[in-house]
């Protein structure tokens, strides 16, 4: 069946433009996760959303960044006036329910780059 | 979340068994330990988890310690396609709304022709 897909799969952004990053989870999965990839190191949570609603947004690193998943499906993450160290490559998971323990699919990844 | 410590990088043999270890000396009793592994420009792939019994499955065998303070991720005959880093996590499952699974660097793991 068809897993996770994120759209664009790249992006190239001058520093102070908005970026808006898509992301499909695999169709009923409940749970929906964003990640953030910078060079040579591992994903770092960013968000967490249950449905529709957003119950952890504990890793967005300031208020430029933003997520939404307004009918519990779609997410779009929307980072405002880019900056050079928001490049890195954004990562979208989803898992079917919203159990601790139950197992996460990752998309392959939108790579920013911030000129 | 405790913290695990792996080596940066390992090599094997293409059609040999890959061994790779982890340090997770801090686990408590309700975490378990999950392996993923992610391929060069791909986003990470969900391999094995385990809280105390050794597991297998298709993709490879999970080995932890009585103690648990360690683990072996086995890869029975690696191949060229196993070419990855391997990330070892240890996740709580009870309290808080901690979903999210902490990735440390992981292991550059380099099967050889």
């Known amino acids: 069946g068809a897993g996770v897909s994120q759209s664009p799969r790249y992006k190239v952004a001058k520093r102070g433009q908005d970026v808006a990053l898509r992301c499909d989870p695999i169709?009923?999965?409940?749970?929906l996760f964003w990640y953030q990839q910078a060079l040579g190191q591992g994903p770092e949570f960013l968000t967490y959303?249950?449905?529709?609603?957003?119950?952890?947004k504990s890793g967005l690193p300031s208020d430029r960044f933003f997520a939404e998943r307004p009918e519990g499906s779609v997410s779009t993450l929307k980072i405002q006036r880019t900056q050079q160290e928001d490049s890195a490559v954004y990562l979208c998971?989803?898992?079917?329910?919203?159990?601790?323990?139950?197992?996460?699919?990752f998309g392959p990844g939108t790579r920013l780059t911030v000129l | 979340d405790a913290k695990t410590t792996q080596p940066p990088s390992m090599d094997c043999a293409e059609g040999r068994a890959a061994n790779l270890p982890c340090n997770h000396s801090?686990?408590?009793?309700?975490?378990?330990v999950y392996w993923y592994r992610q391929i060069h420009s791909q986003g990470p792939q969900y391999i094995i988890h385990?809280?105390?019994n050794n597991e297998t499955n298709e993709m490879a065998s999970l080995i932890i310690t009585e103690d648990r303070k360690s683990s072996t991720l086995i890869l029975p005959h690696a191949t060229l396609r196993d070419t990855a880093v391997y990330y070892c996590?240890?996740?709580?499952?009870?309290?808080?709304?901690?979903?999210?699974?902490?990735f440390g660097k992981g292991t550059l793991l380099t099967v050889n022709p």
């Open positions: 959303f249950q449905n529709e609603a957003q119950l952890d």
């Open positions: 998971a989803s898992s079917l329910r919203s159990g601790r323990t139950d197992t996460q699919y």
């Open positions: 385990g809280l105390k």
């Open positions: 996590i240890v996740r709580t499952n009870s309290g808080g709304s901690n979903y999210k699974l902490t």
């Open positions: 801090t686990i408590s009793g309700n975490e378990y």
């Open positions: 169709s009923g999965h409940v749970s």
